[in-house]
């Protein structure tokens, strides 16, 4: 069947501008989680979402970053005034019922000029 | 702070032979440890994963030993392939955490023919 799917898969954007990062998790998975890869590192977890609500959003580094899954399948990770410090890919992984396995996406790439 | 340190940072390794990715943790709290393989351009994907209630665990070419009073855990993987070039993290994930899962750094192998 379909993976989790996340779009756009290349994002490049000036300083300051605002970006939105699309998820589409795998049909059924209840459990969704954001994570951020910088190049050479492992993926460090932003937010995790059960359902439609936030359970778990320790690591958003700041409010300029926000997410939201208000039908609890796709979500959307918002970037306010972008920084050059932003630049990562975004990963995206579902799992069903907060289960330990967690499937991932390919990733949005962002670059921030 | 890095909650999971993994090492090396990259290894090579001919055609036939073994590579061994090592892991250590802090974390007393942590129950449930994946590998995961991440191609470029790809998301990481679920390699194999271990509970600290079995010692060793085997799934085809790739093994997991785990040594819950050294808090250290590795991936060996037997006859390795040019296919399996590729970067390995290790993480770590607790009971209570919601599914965030804590990566290593990662390790990049390069499997010679």
């Known amino acids: 069947g379909a993976g989790v799917s996340q779009t756009p898969s290349n994002k490049v954007t000036e300083k300051g501008k605002y970006v939105e990062l699309r998820c589409d998790p795998i049909?059924?998975?209840?459990?969704l989680y954001w994570y951020r890869q910088s190049l050479g590192q492992g993926p460090e977890f932003l937010i995790y979402?059960?359902?439609?609500?936030?359970?778990?959003d320790s690591g958003l580094p700041n409010d300029r970053f926000f997410a939201v899954r208000p039908e609890g399948s796709v979500s959307t990770l918002k970037i306010q005034r972008t920084e050059r410090g932003d630049s990562a890919v975004y990963l995206c992984?579902?799992?069903?019922?907060?289960?330990?396995?967690?499937?991932f996406g390919p990733g949005t790439r962002l670059t921030v000029l | 702070q890095q909650q999971v340190k993994q090492s090396p940072q990259s290894l090579i390794v001919q055609k036939g032979g073994i590579s061994i990715i090592n892991c250590a943790y802090e974390?007393?709290?942590?129950?449930?440890f994946p590998w995961y393989q991440q191609f470029p351009g790809k998301g990481p994907a679920l390699l194999i994963a271990?509970?600290?209630?079995?010692s060793e665990k085997k799934e085809g070419r790739f093994t997991i030993s785990f040594n819950k009073s050294a808090k250290q855990f590795s991936l060996h993987i037997m006859d390795s392939q040019p296919g399996d070039s590729a970067t390995y993290f290790c993480?770590?994930?607790?009971?209570?955490?919601?599914?965030?899962?804590?990566f290593g750094a990662g390790t990049q192998v390069v499997v010679t023919p």
């Open positions: 992984a579902s799992s069903p019922i907060g289960g330990d396995t967690q499937y």
């Open positions: 049909s059924g998975h209840t459990a």
């Open positions: 979402f059960q359902g439609t609500g936030a359970a778990d």
């Open positions: 974390n007393t709290a942590f129950d449930y």
């Open positions: 271990i509970r600290p209630d079995v």
């Open positions: 993480a770590a994930l607790g009971a209570d955490s919601w599914g965030k899962l804590q």
